[in-house]
């Protein structure tokens, strides 16, 4: 199995988007602590770049064995059927409102 196709350029710049919102909620100096790192680091970081490799990852996933078992999972879940509730006694009687 191997990869097919690149990411888009909107995928890209979603994921890049994405990135900087959630970065936006802490300062560098918090997020570079949280990553165990000098706060310079994460000023230089190329966020489009980041997330170019995002891209390319969810794309392999889609391609690779385990990427295919959590999609059946995912699908066989998402697509049972919800079981009816159950009928308590009573329950057949219409309910009825007039305005």
């Keep these: 199995m191997t990869l097919t196709s690149k990411p888009?350029?909107?995928?890209?710049?979603r994921a890049?988007?994405?990135l900087l919102m959630t970065l936006s909620l802490v300062t560098n100096r918090e997020f570079a602590r949280l990553v165990g790192c000098h706060e310079s680091k994460i000023?230089?970081?190329d966020w489009r770049y980041i997330a170019t490799v995002l891209c390319v990852a969810r794309k392999s996933l889609e391609?690779?064995?385990?990427g295919m078992?959590?999609?059946?999972?995912v699908k066989a879940v998402s697509t049972q059927k919800q079981k009816p509730l159950?009928?308590?006694?009573g329950s057949?009687?219409?309910i009825t409102?007039?305005?």
């Design 16 to 18: 890049e988007t994405d």
């Design 86 to 89: 159950a009928a308590t006694k």
């Design 69 to 73: 078992l959590v999609q059946e999972v």
């Design 43 to 45: 000023s230089r970081t």
């Design 97 to 99: 409102i007039n305005f």
């Design 8 to 13: 888009t350029e909107q995928e890209i710049n």
């Design 63 to 66: 391609f690779s064995h385990l």
């Design 92 to 94: 057949e009687q219409q």
